[in-house]
């Protein structure tokens, strides 16, 4: 069955800290793959997204996701995260146009 | 943002009364979708459309209905509500109008239904 999971349910950070949050898809062919944020609140918003290419994807707020075909990973990573980073994020993955979206991991970034 | 709107964006109904949320917008876009969001699970489809009148079944379809006699419309139905439906829902649409696929998905704002 097509899946997507997220590996971290929770991330604690000091300002200035790197941020790696795994994802892990299950699907067979060519597959589309997004990562979203949600601040308190609020509705999702895209980050970024990769279709085909570049396996490394670059996104908005300094964001950038690097797509590893052999691992079927899809790992979300920022360099330095600020407290306004705090939020929830969440991998989704499809073929087509039918997207499922992991569980989501909660990033509180400490001031 | 996308134009996208929910309604409505908050209701309290009880158990076994009807309730239909309504997604409307303005983009002309092909693909339409209905998630629910939960503690623990994240989003999870509901149901979704690539067309008027063309509509499937997603991951948690039971106790839903769903609806689209035209572009700009996507209702979800519950028949029946139930507690177990208390959640947030959130409208989704994708693609071009040339129907393109592989495109992001735009969240409406959401709406938060409590059923007692």
């Known amino acids: 069955a097509q899946s997507v999971s997220q590996h971290n349910h929770h991330v604690i950070l000091s300002e200035a800290a790197s941020l790696e949050l795994g994802c892990n898809y299950s699907?067979?062919?060519?597959?589309?793959l997004f990562w979203y944020v949600q601040y308190p609140g609020q509705h999702l918003q895209l980050l970024l997204k990769?279709?085909?290419?570049?396996?490394l994807v670059k996104g908005i707020k300094g964001f950038e996701a690097e797509f590893i075909k052999s691992k079927f990973s899809f790992n979300l990573r920022k360099p330095s995260v600020q407290w306004s980073d705090t939020a929830e994020y969440f991998c989704a993955g499809g073929t087509t146009y039918k997207y499922i979206f992991g569980t989501g991991t909660r990033l509180k970034v400490l001031a | 943002d996308a134009g996208i709107t929910q309604s409505p964006r908050h209701k309290v109904t009880e158990t076994g009364t009807p309730v239909t949320l309504r997604c409307h917008q303005t983009e002309n876009h092909r693909y339409m979708y209905w998630y629910r969001q939960d503690p623990g699970h994240g989003l999870r489809l509901i149901h979704y459309?690539?067309?008027?009148?063309?509509?499937d079944k997603g991951e948690v379809s039971d106790g839903y209905s769903v609806s689209r006699s035209k572009t700009e419309d996507f209702l979800l139905t519950l028949e029946s509500a139930t507690s177990s439906q208390t959640s947030v829902y959130f409208c989704?649409?994708?693609?071009?109008?040339?129907?393109?696929?592989?495109?992001?998905?735009?969240f409406g704002n959401g709406t938060r239904l409590t059923v007692t």
């Open positions: 990769y279709f085909s290419g570049d396996p």
């Open positions: 699907y067979g062919g060519t597959v589309n």
């Open positions: 459309s690539y067309g008027v009148k063309d509509t």
């Open positions: 989704a649409i994708s693609g071009s109008t040339s129907g393109a696929q592989g495109s992001p998905l735009h």
